[in-house]
């Protein structure tokens, strides 16, 4: 490696530090505020603000054609390539706040949720206000400034947790967690413009139109079948087992937001725009992949089976017992995202090497699969469609993993070892776990979750210490070597 080119590695461990820092930090507050919120609040509440937020969500997906992304893809003109995203966002963001608030009767009457209009309506505003920030934190991410970026990020569950819990004690109800959440969208634009000091201008950079949003096309359609996928469960719940039930299910899917998908997130965060650098050097990413996925399933495969085997102590001790009916519906959304953390991984190297048309067809495959195993569950229970969730997502990421594979000239043999020592691991943690919720005594729910977190975690890091030891000394390294080549040789070296 010459001294000119840019140290990967370190960068990227850089980022994936304060990523996960930022991570962390809005996933402490959320929960804080939730444990909180949740003895004031039903989960009727919950469920009014959750229908709304789905739909947002969806909007946010497709809102900017694919331009967030082609703006941390695009290698050269980058300030052209942001005025192109900043234009197509700011149009978005007004198109987008009149359609809602026109169409917010509808969407509230799909759910059978007549006060849901005027919380549409009051919520449809933040779109302009978070498509005025899309750009500086696309900025953020494409320059890996996640420190930087941590900021607003923080602040933004930081302001939307306080907010609603002042307003849920003066008794606002639902209404807390509205305005919470138009506060924290507020506080997030104004601080990325803060921390990132890129500014828009009238220069109109007509040649980049085209390709950016023939890029971000792909992106658009694979966002939104990804979407649907991971929406369309809280819609099904939401149309047909009433808002409560909705309120119960987005409850319990907060845990593994807050745990799993933490890791999850930083990786896709970070490895995105890592891969990107490589493959544009002109560099291997295979070998960076392999490296990745070892690095990663080591977190979230424990993760998810933790999640899984403790989720009545854990709903029970955050929430309290009135949310004792979020407990299966959190051990069956743990083994989905545990497939999840796969499934982003092998997106990561598809996307950073222009694979995006073959994403979106994988993608379609899981989305077809995916809405008649959801229906059926519906007719059941939540607990039975987070389970027909899991299912799909398992035959899906396998299908992915084996098609991609091929395409990207990797051996299956190489990714089933990348996940060999950390899956072997992780099952004789959940030998012990299963052994210490049938034959611990009753000492309370805490001391079962604690006993539980204590004994899973130390036998999980004695299990991968004795079978995957290069995992700590990669980890040595990385924090206290100040050797550059170290931390670039962990995604350039071979798994």
Not at 49 to 67: I, K, N, R, S
Not at 359 to 377: D, H, S
Not at 379 to 386: I, K, N
Request: proline share 4%; with cysteine.
């Amino acid at each position: 490696m010459t001294a000119e080119t840019p140290d990967v590695g370190r960068t990227t461990v850089r980022a994936a530090a304060w990523a996960l820092a930022s991570a962390t930090g809005k996933r402490v507050l959320t929960l804080g505020g939730l444990m909180l919120l949740a003895r004031v609040l039903a989960p009727h509440d919950f469920g009014i603000l959750g229908f709304a937020m789905v739909y947002l969500a969806f909007v946010e997906v497709v809102a900017d054609l694919g331009t967030g992304p082609a703006l941390v893809y695009w290698p050269d003109r980058r300030d052209d390539a942001a005025q192109v995203a900043f234009i197509v966002n700011a149009i978005a963001g007004v198109f987008w706040c009149v359609v809602t608030f026109a169409a917010a009767p509808y969407i509230a009457h799909f759910f059978h949720e007549p006060n849901g209009t005027l919380v549409l309506r009051v919520l449809s505003f933040t779109t302009i206000v978070t498509f005025l920030g899309t750009t500086h934190d696309a900025l953020a991410q494409k320059e890996l400034k996640f420190r930087e970026r941590s900021i607003p990020e923080v602040a933004l569950t930081g302001v939307k947790s306080a907010v609603a819990l002042v307003l849920a004690w003066m008794g606002f109800g639902a209404w807390s967690l509205v305005w919470g959440h138009v506060a924290g969208v507020i506080a997030w634009t104004i601080l990325l413009w803060v921390v990132i000091p890129w500014r828009p201008t009238l220069r109109i950079p007509r040649d980049l139109f085209g390709p950016m949003l023939r890029y971000g096309r792909s992106i658009v359609a694979v966002r939104m079948l990804t979407t649907l996928m991971l929406d369309l469960d809280v819609i099904v719940v939401g149309r047909f087992l009433g808002v409560t039930a909705l309120g119960l299910y987005q409850m319990a899917a907060r845990i593994p937001d807050s745990s799993v998908m933490v890791l999850i997130w930083v990786a896709a965060k970070t490895l995105f725009p890592a891969f990107s650098r490589l493959h544009a050097e002109g560099a291997d990413v295979r070998h960076g992949y392999l490296i990745a996925t070892r690095c990663v399933s080591s977190l979230t495969i424990p993760a998810s089976l933790g999640l899984f085997f403790l989720a009545r102590p854990i709903i029970v001790v955050f929430f309290g017992p009135q949310w004792t009916g979020a407990a299966v519906i959190l051990s069956m959304l743990a083994i989905y995202v545990g497939f999840r953390a796969v499934d982003y991984d092998i997106g990561n190297v598809m996307k950073a090497t222009g694979r995006t048309n073959t994403l979106v067809w994988l993608t379609a495959i899981k989305a077809v699969l995916l809405v008649p195993a959801v229906l059926i569950g519906a007719t059941y229970s939540a607990a039975a469609v987070a389970a027909a969730l899991a299912i799909v997502f398992g035959i899906g990421t396998l299908i992915t993993t084996i098609v991609s594979a091929r395409i990207l000239n990797i051996r299956l043999r190489s990714i089933a070892a990348a996940f060999s020592r950390s899956g072997s691991a992780g099952a004789i943690m959940s030998l012990a776990l299963y052994l210490w919720l049938r034959w611990s005594p009753p000492l309370g729910n805490i001391i079962q979750l604690a006993g539980g977190l204590l004994l899973g975690g130390a036998v999980y890091i004695v299990a991968l210490r004795i079978l995957d030891p290069q995992i700590f000394e990669w980890l040595r390294k990385m924090v206290f070597s100040r050797k550059t080549a170290s931390a670039d040789a962990l995604l350039r070296s071979e798994a």
